[in-house]
């Protein structure tokens, strides 16, 4: 079954500390893997894209993640945090096998980050 | 600030009202997408339109019913709803038509909430 993890429901980090968000994901084919934010009482906000080409992907609000084949993970990176990255990050991945209107976008169940001061 | 604009932004109606959520969105974007969204987990897809057309429909109750007038409008008619039926909805749209081949891009969505 194609799914996407985000083990961990919660992270916490200190301000200027770096942060990583974790992702695993099981599709069949080549995956296209998304990160997006979203803050409290907004939508959702895309943060970076992994489709091919070099597996470090740099985003938004200076956001990285890196793309691990053999690892099937694409965990989410900042080097130094802000309070205001605070906010719920989801991991999204396009199924590589299905097409047309078959094809799903299969979402993590989210983490939420909390940044303290 | 997003490029998808929703309105309203708050929404609160009984369960026999009628009502109806906007959206609009002048990027240019060729698909156009609702999704649901409860407190705290992922988004929920709806609906998906390409070049106007519905092209996706997740089994949703017939007391949801949308409605795409133009390639930039997206509406979503709401009727008889449950308390259930709470929730945040959020509009997308993408350049690209395949769900999944170009980012989604969200608007701030209209919190409903059925008394």
């Known amino acids: 079954a194609q799914s996407v993890a985000q083990p961990e429901d919660q992270v916490n980090v200190a301000e200027g500390n770096p942060l990583t968000v974790k992702c695993t994901y099981s599709?069949?084919?080549?995956?296209?893997l998304f990160w997006y934010v979203q803050y409290p009482n907004r939508g959702l906000q895309f943060l970076l894209k992994?489709?091919?080409?070099d597996n470090l992907v740099k985003g938004s609000y200076g956001f990285e993640a890196e793309f691990n084949k053999s690892q099937t993970s694409f965990h989410l990176k900042k080097p130094s945090a802000l309070v205001s990255d605070s906010a719920l990050y989801f991991c999204?991945?396009?199924?590589?096998?299905?097409?047309?209107?078959?094809?799903?976008?299969?979402w993590g169940l989210g983490t939420s980050l909390a940044v303290n001061p | 600030d997003t490029e998808v604009t929703q309105t309203p932004k708050h929404l609160v109606m009984g369960m026999t009202n009628k009502k109806s959520l906007k959206c609009e969105q002048h990027?240019?974007?060729?698909?156009m997408y609702w999704y649901k969204q409860k407190a705290k987990k992922p988004p929920e897809l709806m609906f998906v339109?390409?070049?106007?057309?519905?092209?996706i429909n997740e089994s949703v109750p017939s007391r949801f019913s949308p409605e795409c007038p133009n390639s930039s409008l997206l509406n979503l008619h709401l009727h008889a709803l449950q308390p259930e039926d709470s929730a945040l909805y959020l509009c997308?749209?993408?350049?690209?038509?395949?769900?999944?081949?170009?980012?989604?891009?969200f608007g701030n969505g209209t919190r409903l909430t059925v008394t």
């Open positions: 997308a749209s993408s350049q690209e038509i395949q769900l999944g081949d170009s980012p989604l891009h």
């Open positions: 990027m240019g974007h060729r698909a």
């Open positions: 599709v069949s084919g080549n995956p296209y």
């Open positions: 992994y489709i091919t080409g």
């Open positions: 999204a991945v396009r199924d590589g096998f299905n097409a047309g209107n078959n094809r799903k976008l299969i």
């Open positions: 339109y390409s070049y106007e057309k519905l092209s």
